[in-house]
DNA sequence: GCTGAGACTAAGCGTATGCTTAGTTTTCTC
DNA sequence: GAGAAAACTAAGCATACGCTTAGTCTCAGC
């Protein structure tokens, strides 16, 4: 039996140059000096090999720094993680919340929301993929703010779509479900979408806006 | 820095106890004896531990043997995961493929494929988003059936959209599109579902058939 | 009951991990 | 330029990891 053992580490996933360009000028604009390498390192490693399979090492290396080095600027891995994750959700709840707040009738919340909701999966997609996918694993106090940030946009959906339904916009039988499919739509952008695809970014946002307006069986034009 | 570093682990992800029920159940129909108990106990820790977070040790003791045992039966970690992720892919697209087989216009295709597949993800929420996640970080060859298998279920329904648009029952502008769109809610249900929601995973599986069916345009009742 | 095969364990191996320490280098301020 | 603080490194620590080995236990067949 364990002779057939394939000696082969499962090989590092292979990310889209664009991605990394993504990755690197997200960071840039939020961080600089030596924090800023090792933010771009951790979120690559993060995603080409997952948050347990990244040693310390491996960002390091990634961030063209020894493994002591990332310690004089995070006070530990998972503080790196949880640090990359929270402003990873301010930027993503922000990308939802911040557009909808510009407008004041539901249906422009909604199409503008979405439109930017899926604009920020669809470009972030590689980053948006790993924080969700790892974030599943930290549930534990830490992280309890980052949790709340996700909560702040379903409660910011739920309110526009009863906006929508109490003005007599929105053709909604039930809410809730409402509220869950329509972030579902956006959120598993994250998980399919490539840079490689026919679709930019932008263009993808305006085609799940409008998919949303037909959804609530908005009345309006 | 270094002074601030929390000492606790993160915490193993508490899972729903039905979602534990539906896995131990999955597996009591596709193993016995020994390889049954290392199959529920390694699906269980990577669902709460993540593939690389989930020692050999861990895998064992939720299977009540010693981490020794586990090589009697399958030859490495890596090969359990594929295993795993192997068999739960045959599932998940057999829970498509062959209810659509079952009849032969599209409309119906397209309306119980949907469904099962959406119950499927449903009902086996934690088991879906475990294999969903952890196999983004294995693309080496071993993985190459497990892959193969997933493009096959893209095949289906692009196969059934195509269908349906050439007997002029489904009015699709972009088959590939539509194609994504469906998919999409189908598969991120086991990201959001958990067996507290007030849907059950067969309610909802209509739902997701009635949605599919509005979405294509489909011209019967 | 005996024997051999298969299943299983305790112990351990070689290596990897997150993190620390002591020393060195770089940067900043006066 | 000098000194202090900050940033950085090489080396190493304590522990954990996937897996193997040698021995023990269990089961099935005769």
Redesign the pocket.
């Known amino acids: 039996m364990?002779s057939d053992?394939t000696p082969t580490a499962p090989a590092a996933l292979e990310l889209e140059p664009q991605a990394v360009e993504v990755i690197e000028r997200y960071w840039a604009e939020r961080a600089s000096g030596?924090s800023r390498k090792i933010l771009i390192g951790a979120t690559l490693a993060f995603a080409e090999l997952g948050y347990h399979g990244?040693?310390?090492?491996a960002i390091a290396a990634r961030a063209e720094?020894?493994?002591?080095?990332v310690?004089?600027?995070f006070s530990?891995?998972?503080e790196l993680f949880h640090h990359i994750a929270l402003e990873g959700h301010k930027t993503s709840t922000g990308a939802f919340n911040e557009p909808a707040d510009l407008v004041s009738d539901p249906a422009s919340k909604l199409r503008i929301g979405v439109a930017s909701f899926a604009t920020f999966n669809a470009e972030m997609n590689t980053f948006s993929r790993t924080i969700e996918y790892e974030m599943r694993l930290h549930h534990d106090r830490r992280f309890a703010d980052v949790w709340r940030l996700r909560r702040g946009v379903e409660e910011h959906m739920r309110r526009i779509l009863q906006a929508g339904v109490d003005e007599g916009v929105f053709r909604i039988a039930d809410i809730e479900w409402m509220k869950i499919l329509l972030l579902s739509n956006c959120i598993d952008i994250a998980r399919w979408y490539r840079h490689e695809s026919p679709h930019t970014p932008l263009a993808l946002g305006f085609r799940y806006a409008d998919l949303a307006m037909s959804l609530v069986g908005a009345t309006t034009p």
Do not use: D, L
Request: proline share 11%; aromatic share 6%; hydrophobic share 40%.
């Open positions: 364990s053992a030596p990244a040693s310390t090492r720094m020894s493994p002591a080095a310690y004089i600027h530990s891995k998972v």
